[in-house]
């Protein structure tokens, strides 16, 4: 099942990564990732620093068995750590059981473009990757449903988009880039 997923999760990536909403800074920091949830409750996610990498191999991604915002603590097992982002993921996956995909992206213009439109948001002093974060995601994913997009202040240029599956939490990501994002206004 973790091959065929870290395949999909792949091929999900490609067009987001073009766009950039996942990359690498000139420092070499890596941005953006996405996981998705497997049958037994335990997710998928893309590995810590694989941001910058064109493709994503089953060694690039980390199974997350367990989050525990409380005691700020990921749970993984797999080749590769898992993103940063991992309890932020997982919080996401408590609040909404239907759920079967989340994505992170960052992308100045798009970030500031929701955030001027209203969009759902979590407080400025959420900070990433911090169990405030999770808390604060876990309430916004409750309150938003099955299908939703979010922005993170505490995480400067955050977006997130989560659904029923990667490619639609994917295309709505890329729906609101084409009409949001740069130049487009």
Do not use: W
Request: hydrophobic residues 40%.
């Amino acid at each position: 099942e973790e091959q065929e997923l870290a395949e999909r999760l792949d091929m999900v990536r490609r067009p987001l990564h073009a766009a950039g909403l996942s990359g690498e800074t000139p420092e070499g920091i890596g941005y953006g990732n996405l996981s998705v949830r497997k049958a037994d409750g335990a997710f998928l996610v893309t590995g810590t620093a694989t941001g910058g990498l064109e493709r994503l191999l089953p060694e690039h991604f980390a199974c997350v068995a367990e989050c525990d915002a409380e005691r700020n603590m990921v749970r993984s097992e797999g080749p590769s750590c898992p993103s940063s982002e991992s309890m932020t993921h997982g919080a996401v996956y408590e609040a909404c059981p239907e759920v079967r995909s989340v994505i992170h992206v960052h992308c100045p213009e798009l970030f500031h473009a929701l955030l001027e439109e209203g969009a759902p948001q979590t407080p400025p002093d959420a900070a990433y990757g911090t169990p405030a974060m999770a808390r604060a995601v876990r309430e916004l994913a409750s309150a938003l449903g099955a299908e939703g997009v979010f922005a993170t202040p505490g995480h400067e240029n955050g977006v997130f988009a989560f659904g029923s599956s990667p490619e639609l939490a994917a295309e709505r990501l890329l729906a609101l880039f084409r009409r949001l994002g740069p130049g487009r206004k």
